[in-house]
């Protein structure tokens, strides 16, 4: 694994499963933009983001969402209760 892969690769469950991206093309071409990108890409990843700032992820966000992690929480909350 090249050093510059996101810190989150080996746990994230967006690269170990097929839960958060089931189409193979759009996974792949999140992976090689995100996750596996030089210059610490990863870094402006909205999954990246979001588990440093609320310790988790939650499975509707990709690597792309434009949400705050804010919002991603309140989304979070509105869709648990
Ligand atoms: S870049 Fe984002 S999607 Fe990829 S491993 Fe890191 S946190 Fe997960």
């Known amino acids: 694994m090249a050093d510059y ?3 989150n690769y080996n746990d994230c469950k ?7 991206v089931a189409n ?5 071409n999140y992976l090689s933009d995100y996750c596996q990108k030089e210059k610490n ?3 402006q990843c909205k999954r990246y ?5 609320l310790n988790f992820c939650p499975d509707f966000v990709l690597p792309d969402t434009p949400l705050t ?12 209760f």
């Open 49 to 53: 983001i979001t588990k440093a700032s």
């Open 5 to 7: 892969h996101c810190p």
């Open 24 to 28: 193979t093309e759009k996974k792949e």
């Open 69 to 80: 992690p804010e919002e991603i929480i309140d989304k979070f909350d509105n869709e648990i």
């Open 41 to 43: 890409h990863w870094s």
């Open 14 to 20: 967006f690269v170990n499963s097929n839960i958060i």
